[in-house]
């Protein structure tokens, strides 16, 4: 018997604990529409193309291990026929609640999982947040401040890619239309490279991640 509420205990505080955690469920419809995403204290960004004509939008938020999550909210909008998510964490009321105005240190666990039209043309913007990209055959512009972006591309995408990182490194198993030269630094380079004659503008840029390029 002792075992048995063991067992139930943990599951319980297992389960209590799952559930404290802020989650938010979209359906987005795109309609002719970009989108432009504003999710600078995401910490994984998964975006994975599909066959339907909407974004399907997830996220999971864990904001001081999960006793500030209200001050965590998503703003969803329609501007100039451009769908616009952006994430807002009230710092300034956390300040407020815990009564101290220096407070600078702020944990926060932010996992974005999306499913996207797959020529939905999008543009990404977060500050450390982890990108990968799967399928995604539109227009995009990446950019992530220290997070990796990993890129898997459909075969028969065509793309100019313009990539740029400042200290990371770019990693690809790609056949571009241009080979590349083996003098090319990989190391903190900017690179335009052309695949399939290359008619979709893709940007991807991180000052200090990784850029990873692969075939899908």
Same mark, same amino acid.
């Given at each position: 018997?002792?075992?048995?509420?063991? +067992?139930?205990?943990?599951?319980?505080?297992?389960?209590?604990? +799952?559930?404290?955690?802020?989650?938010?469920?979209?359906?987005?419809? +795109?309609?002719?529409?970009?989108?432009?995403?504003?999710?600078?204290?995401?910490?994984?960004?998964? +975006?994975?193309?599909?066959?339907?004509?909407?974004?399907?939008?997830?996220?999971?938020?864990?904001?001081?291990?999960?006793?500030?999550?209200?001050?965590?909210?998503?703003?969803?909008?329609?501007?100039?026929?451009?769908?616009?998510?952006?994430?807002?964490?009230?710092?300034?009321?956390?300040?407020?609640?815990?009564?101290?105005?220096?407070?600078?240190?702020?944990?926060?666990?932010?996992?974005?999982?999306?499913?996207?039209?797959?020529?939905?043309?999008?543009?990404?913007?977060?500050?450390?947040?982890?990108?990968?990209?799967?399928?995604?055959?539109?227009?995009?512009?990446?950019?992530?401040?220290?997070?990796?972006?990993?890129?898997?591309?459909?075969?028969?995408?065509?793309?100019?890619?313009?990539?740029?990182?400042?200290?990371?490194?770019?990693?690809?198993?790609?056949?571009?239309?241009?080979?590349?030269?083996?003098?090319?630094?990989?190391?903190?380079?900017?690179?335009?490279?052309?695949?399939?004659?290359?008619?979709?503008?893709?940007?991807?840029?991180?000052?200090?991640?990784?850029?990873?390029?692969?075939?899908?």
């Amino acid at each position: 018997m002792k075992k048995l509420c063991l +067992v139930t205990a943990l599951l319980l505080a297992v389960t209590c604990a +799952v559930s404290a955690q802020k989650v938010i469920d979209e359906r987005i419809e +795109v309609d002719g529409q970009d989108a432009k995403m504003k999710l600078s204290f995401a910490d994984t960004i998964k +975006v994975e193309a599909w066959n339907n004509d909407y974004i399907e939008f997830h996220v999971s938020a864990d904001i001081d291990n999960n006793e500030h999550n209200d001050y965590y909210d998503l703003k969803i909008s329609n501007k100039a026929g451009k769908i616009e998510i952006v994430e807002e964490v009230d710092f300034d009321a956390i300040k407020e609640k815990e009564g101290t105005k220096n407070l600078c240190s702020f944990e926060t666990d932010i996992f974005y999982s999306l499913k996207v039209p797959e020529k939905l043309n999008i543009e990404i913007e977060t500050i450390s947040g982890k990108i990968e990209l799967l399928g995604c055959a539109g227009e995009m512009k990446i950019n992530s401040i220290s997070g990796f972006i990993d890129y898997s591309i459909p075969e028969k995408h065509q793309a100019r890619i313009n990539l740029s990182t400042v200290t990371g490194e770019v990693y690809s198993n790609i056949n571009f239309d241009d080979p590349v030269s083996s003098d090319i630094s990989w190391v903190g380079t900017k690179q335009k490279l052309t695949l399939n004659g290359g008619n979709k503008d893709v940007e991807l840029k991180t000052v200090s991640g990784d850029i990873f390029l692969r075939k899908l």
